[in-house]
């Protein structure tokens, strides 16, 4: 096989549909998020970032970076083995007790990022309980679809955020059969969120698991930053909450937490856990004051709040069409994957705006569109040069505008 003549034309299939990942170089800079200097080749650009993850700003948040510092120092950079051989640093263990007690659950578990954790999480329970049924929202993320398959269970998908159908396909199966409800509380992309609640009811007349995915949940939603579960009263009733440390917490890793005999069973069972370098020792310390600061301080959660709807409410004003949803995700459509890009490209090169564009197949074809995430960190001046570069380009490329139906 001519090796090199098929990575390139798969690569020009790609390129071809306008959809081929461009990888935007940047520098953040602690102390001035969102601002960033944007890198492409020796030239340089200030820019502003409208599209991280790092929805609250914790990653330059003092006692996050102080703790940082301080166990970089006493402990050293990496953590010296996997959690069995030499790695279970103390760190890592406080962490634990501080997810656990998040989540009002017995334990949790990390891992080295989110996706480990429900590729691993997903793929060991649905693997190791003999006969199991994975019942999967349609619209879950990659890393459980993944660590479903990898599980090789049986897996029935349910309507997205469809209770009714939940209970439909359920009803197919005995009660002898075990059963597994995997679903998210956010969905990131729409920026939607489940009926937590209806579907616990379902799971619970079925006598399923549930398994929740609240990576864009945690930090944000919640009187604690315990997720949108916490917010709803609905924790307790959940099997496995799921999380990350990598986007509200703004450092890295990922977690589950639950019953300590299901945190112990995915612990010694989960190969991603057990044969995998434990996180640094750092950040694991970093995530700890994270989570220890969000638990108390409501600030970064309101000025959040207010941010996303004067966003929102901006647009409005202009007509520029956004999926109205109750999260802080706003996604601007645009509906087609080489305008995206060109609109994000002009944005960038123009007004030193940074939105990635979001093609196939992270959303599906026809629903190209770009993500905003505003944050506590962006000042009123930021969102004004945000609204009045989309207002010119929504001009510039005669763009529908109009609202989008609820
Ligand atoms: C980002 C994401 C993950 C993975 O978390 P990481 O910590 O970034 O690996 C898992 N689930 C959902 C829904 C996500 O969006």
């Known amino acids: 096989m001519d090796f090199a003549a098929y990575f390139k034309s798969e690569l020009d299939a790609v390129r071809e549909e306008g959809r081929y990942r461009v990888f935007t170089e940047i520098e953040r800079h602690c102390g001035h998020f969102p601002h960033a200097t944007r890198y492409v080749g020796a030239a340089t650009q200030d820019v502003t970032v409208w599209c991280s993850n790092d929805y609250l700003g914790m990653g330059q948040h003092p ?38 007690d998040l989540h009002g659950k017995e334990a949790a578990l990390l891992f080295t990022s989110g996706y480990v954790s429900n590729w691993a999480g997903l793929g060991t329970l649905a693997s ?50 075990p059963k597994l409800v995997a679903f998210e509380s956010v969905y990131s992309m729409d920026g ?75 612990r010694t069972f989960a190969s991603g856990f057990i044969f995998s370098t434990a996180l640094p020792p750092a950040l694991a310390a970093g995530a700890c004051a994270s989570i220890r600061h969000l638990k108390s301080s409501t600030f970064e959660r309101d000025r959040h709040k207010e941010v996303v709807s004067t966003v929102r409410r901006k647009l409005d004003m202009l007509g520029i069409p956004h999926i109205p949803n109750p999260s802080h995700i706003i996604p601007v459509m645009v509906g087609d994957a080489r305008k995206c890009k060109r609109i994000s490209d002009w944005l960038m090169d123009n007004h030193g705006i940074y939105v990635q ?6 959303v599906p074809r026809g629903t190209e569109r770009l993500r905003l995430t505003p944050s506590p960190v962006h000042t009123d001046g930021d969102v004004d040069r945000l609204i009045d570069a989309l207002s010119d380009i929504w001009s510039q490329c005669e763009l529908a505008r109009g609202s989008l139906a609820a």
Not at 357 to 362: A, E, G, V
Request: aromatic share 6%.
């Open 192 to 266: 939607d969120i489940a009926p937590i609640a209806e579907i616990l009811d379902v799971c619970e007349k079925h006598g399923a698991m549930s398994y929740i995915d609240e990576v864009h949940g945690v930090g944000l939603y919640g009187p604690r930053g315990g997720g949108v579960a916490e917010r709803e009263g609905q924790m307790d009733r959940i099997t496995v909450i799921e999380g990350t440390l990598g986007k509200g917490f703004g450092v890295m890793g990922g977690y589950i937490a639950a019953s300590a005999d299901l945190v112990d069973f995915v």
């Open 63 to 100: 006692l996050v970076i102080e703790a940082m510092h301080a166990v970089l120092d006493e402990c050293g950079a990496g953590a010296g083995g996997t959690r069995n051989i030499s790695g279970n640093n103390h760190h890592h263990v406080l962490l634990e007790c501080e997810l656990a």
């Open 128 to 177: 190791r309980i003999p006969g199991c049924v994975v019942f999967s929202d349609a619209l879950n993320h990659a890393s459980m679809i993944e660590g479903i398959r990898h599980s090789r269970a049986e897996k029935r998908i349910w309507a997205h955020n469809d209770p009714e159908d939940l209970d439909r396909l359920l009803s197919l199966y005995g009660p002898e059969v």
């Open 357 to 362: 564009p979001i093609n196939y197949p992270t």
